[in-house]
């Protein structure tokens, strides 16, 4: 899968990855890599631009550390990123289901 | 362990064109990636080019944190709302015929050229590609745009023969740019390290 297709959704990724731990950007390159089974074709360098603009957002707090004598970043999700997060899987199902719905060619089910 | 000279171009590709931290960021997640294909059996060399060729371009890697910079975000920010700020003073000097102020024509001259100047680096800042060039224009632009609303504030508080109310609303338009203003060179600032 190809960064062009990812537009619109790596910022859901990513809070995703920083569910229940803290991680650094490469961590949550790999954390990104494992739960997808490789299959995420995009440069490990646009991690970090990603990163910095959810901090910027209040999705994400930054907070540094020494570790192997060098200087690491690791981000945590704030509450308004929990919060963010369940908003946009909410509108990955409603938009999966949908998407699914028509190119299978089944009956969405309706809620009336 | 010293690093391969690969790594070490990277990094220092980084260190010149970011600031400092950003650049201890982004070079510890490429040593991580240069550890862990050491781990998997990799040679020295080939580790190294694995580890570069997963991160990217050095340069694009500059861009893409210069495009997310607290310097591009308030340029940004300062051209989409320039020409509400600029209306609001040309309404204001038309309706109160700001041409019979007593004001020297060089301090116009200065007044005009600043603000030509402010607005060509604030451009400059929201679309560079590089970080120091974006935080250098941003805070150019910022000091600029800064002196020009404090100018104009002066001016009208001490020339105009009378305040109209489009008057005191360019000045409030003024006041709040550069409370905006001031805030927002802070951060910009403080990535200069």
Known sequence: MHAEQLKGH???LLLATLEGEPRHGYAVM???RESTGGRLDLPTGTIYP????????????????????RRRRCYALTAAGERALSGRRADWRDFAAVISAALEGKAWPSTA | MAEHSLIQRYNDVLLAELPIQLAEEVADGLAEANARYARQGMSCDDAAQAAV????EARAVVAGLTRVSPAQWTARRLIATGPVVGGCWVVAL?????????????ARALVGAVLITSVIVLL????????RVAQRAGV????????????AITMVATTAPTMGWLALLATCASMLRLVFVT?????????GA
């Open chain 1, 30 to 32: 790999e954390a990104l």
């Open chain 1, 50 to 69: 990603a990163l910095h603009r959810l901090e910027a957002a209040g999705l994400i707090t930054g907070s540094w550390s020494v570790v192997s004598g």
């Open chain 1, 10 to 12: 790596l910022d859901a």
């Open chain 2, 124 to 131: 400059t800042a929201a679309v560079a590609r590089r970080y």
């Open chain 2, 140 to 151: 150019a632009g910022c000091a600029g745009l800064a002196l020009i609303d404090a100018s």
């Open chain 2, 94 to 106: 038309i309706a109160g015929r700001a041409w019979e102020w007593p004001v020297p024509s060089i």
């Open chain 2, 53 to 56: 060729a997963e991160f990217g």
């Open chain 2, 183 to 191: 805030r927002a060179v802070r951060p910009v600032l403080a990535r």
